[in-house]
């Protein structure tokens, strides 16, 4: 087999150069991390589930003609997906108070906002990815006045249908965070939503007991972080009943 090209490694997952121009093969890791790296460890079949969660919600998007750079799964940990320019900047939505905003605004983690906030963050693990405002943005020049209004509407679209999808298997969607990407066709520009959709990116509260079903059981200590993401992917439909993820296959380069 022919050795393919590494691309990018990050925290969670592996890019490869694609088999076709302007493509990527995006490898899922079951390596978990928190507080910017400084809790890590590996969780068997983490990188299987959000395989199948990122595919389906990506999916979804796309048929509400919420535009994403999914093209296929490949394999349990492998999608195809296009190549973007990723702007630097981490989106956040936030649907209830929790995390760093319960703690900045001294709120109860799960008050109700009075609508969706978004927020943004400077993607720069060394800075710890810090909040910044619009002007700073603009005044820098990772997204112009028209890229922010574009992703700000982006984002309160994957909210509308992350929520719906959410509530509709008992789950509360109390935020998540998603990558925006720019993309040419001959000379024009699109920007679409990129890296990864998964309870990774997303704080997920089951309805009736709070009980957290996303990163924060690893955070936070607080079980098994591979049931929990099982748990939304049976909610979904994305896995059969009685289904665990295998274990990690051989990666061949």
């Known amino acids: 087999m022919a050795r393919r090209k590494l691309v990018y490694e990050g925290k969670a997952k592996i890019l490869y150069e694609g088999p076709e121009p302007g493509t990527l093969v995006q490898y899922f890791k079951d390596d978990a991390t928190a507080f910017n790296a400084e809790k890590k460890d590996v969780i068997d079949g ?4 959000n ?3 990122s ?7 796309q048929r509400i003609g919420v535009p994403t750079h999914f093209i296929k799964r490949l394999n349990m940990r492998e999608q195809l997906i296009r190549q973007v320019e990723i702007i630097p900047l981490e989106v956040i939505v936030r649907n209830f108070a929790a995390g760093t905003m319960a703690k900045r605004l001294g709120l109860e983690e799960g008050t109700p906002l009075p609508r969706p ?4 963050s400077y993607k720069d693990d060394n800075l710890g990815d810090p909040l910044v405002p619009e002007e700073y943005i603009i005044a820098f020049g990772w997204a112009t006045q028209q890229d922010m209004d574009d992703i700000v509407a982006l984002a309160l679209r994957v ?7 959410m509530h509709g298997v008992g ?8 990558e925006i990407g720019r993309i040419w066709e001959n000379d024009f520009m699109r920007l679409i939503v990129a890296d990864e959709i998964s309870p990774d990116s997303c704080r997920l509260w089951d309805i009736e007991t709070d009980r957290k079903l996303d990163k924060d059981v690893f955070r936070r200590d607080l079980g098994d972080l591979a049931d929990a993401y099982t748990e939304v992917a049976r909610r979904l439909g994305v896995l059969p009943k009685n289904t665990t993820p295998g274990p990690k296959p051989t990666l061949i380069n």
């Open 46 to 49: 983490k990188g299987v589930l």
């Open 51 to 53: 395989n199948r969660l």
């Open 117 to 120: 906030i978004v927020e943004f």
């Open 55 to 61: 595919e389906f919600f990506m999916t979804g998007l």
């Open 159 to 165: 909210n509308d249908f992350m929520a719906g999808v």
């Open 171 to 178: 789950i509360k969607l109390v935020d998540f965070k998603i």
